[in-house]
C-alpha cells in the first residue's frame, strides 16, 4: 500500500503541474476568466506565501518545511503500515499536493494559483485542494478510525475487555 500511495501522490503532482504550464501558457497573459458566472472564475495568480498569501517571500524556509512534512509522513507510512486505505488516500494527497506546490517554490519562488470561487475568497489551486482534503481525511481518520489520540489508560481498558 504505500508503493501506491506514493505513485498516486506522484501522479497527483503531476497532474497539478500540467494544468499549472497550461495555466500559465493560456491563463496568464489574460489575467482571469469566467467559466460559471457567480461561482467559478481561473484567475491567475502568484502566490509568493502560504494560504491566503500570509508570510510572504518565506520561499526557503517554505521549502524546508515542505521537504521535512513530506519525509515525516512517507516515513510513517512505511514504518507504522497502517492498515487503513484512508490512511493511504489522504497521505497521497497531501504528499502530491505538497510536491506539487513545493515545485513551483523551487523552481519559481512562487506557487501558481488559478481557482477562484465565488462563496471562498482566496485563489487556490489543485494542489491546494489536494492537501486541504487530504488533511481533513487523515484528521477524521485519526479521530474516527485509530485508537492514537487515547490515553494509555483508555487503551488498557479497551484491551483488557477485549480479553
Same mark, same amino acid.
Given at each position: 500500500m504505500p508503493i501506491i500511495a506514493l505513485i498516486i501522490g506522484i501522479a497527483i503532482a503531476a497532474v497539478d503541474q500540467i494544468i499549472k504550464?497550461?495555466? =500559465?501558457i493560456y491563463l496568464q497573459p489574460v489575467g482571469? #476568466?469566467?467559466?460559471?458566472?457567480?461561482l467559478l472564475n481561473l484567475t491567475y495568480v502568484e502566490n509568493r506565501g502560504v494560504a491566503f498569501g500570509m508570510f510572504s517571500d518565506m520561499r526557503w524556509i517554505f521549502v524546508a518545511v515542505t521537504v521535512i512534512l513530506?519525509?515525516?509522513?512517507?516515513?510513517?507510512?512505511?514504518?507504522?503500515?497502517p492498515?487503513?486505505?484512508?490512511?493511504?488516500? =489522504?497521505?497521497?494527497?497531501?504528499?502530491?499536493?505538497? #510536491?506539487g506546490n513545493l515545485i513551483d517554490r523551487i523552481f519559481y519562488g512562487y506557487v501558481i494559483d488559478y481557482l477562484s470561487l465565488s462563496f471562498f475568497p482566496p485563489v487556490c489551486n489543485f494542489a491546494d485542494y489536494c492537501?486541504?482534503?487530504?488533511t481533513i481525511l487523515l484528521i477524521i481518520y485519526l479521530f474516527f478510525f485509530t485508537d492514537i489520540l487515547s490515553s494509555d489508560k483508555n487503551k488498557k481498558k479497551k484491551e483488557n475487555v477485549e480479553l
Open positions: 504550464y497550461f495555466i =500559465s482571469s #476568466i469566467t467559466v460559471i458566472d457567480n513530506i519525509i515525516a509522513v512517507v516515513a510513517v507510512m512505511f514504518v507504522k503500515r492498515k487503513s486505505k484512508m490512511f493511504y488516500l =489522504s497521505v497521497a494527497l497531501i504528499v502530491g499536493g505538497g #510536491i492537501i486541504t482534503i487530504g
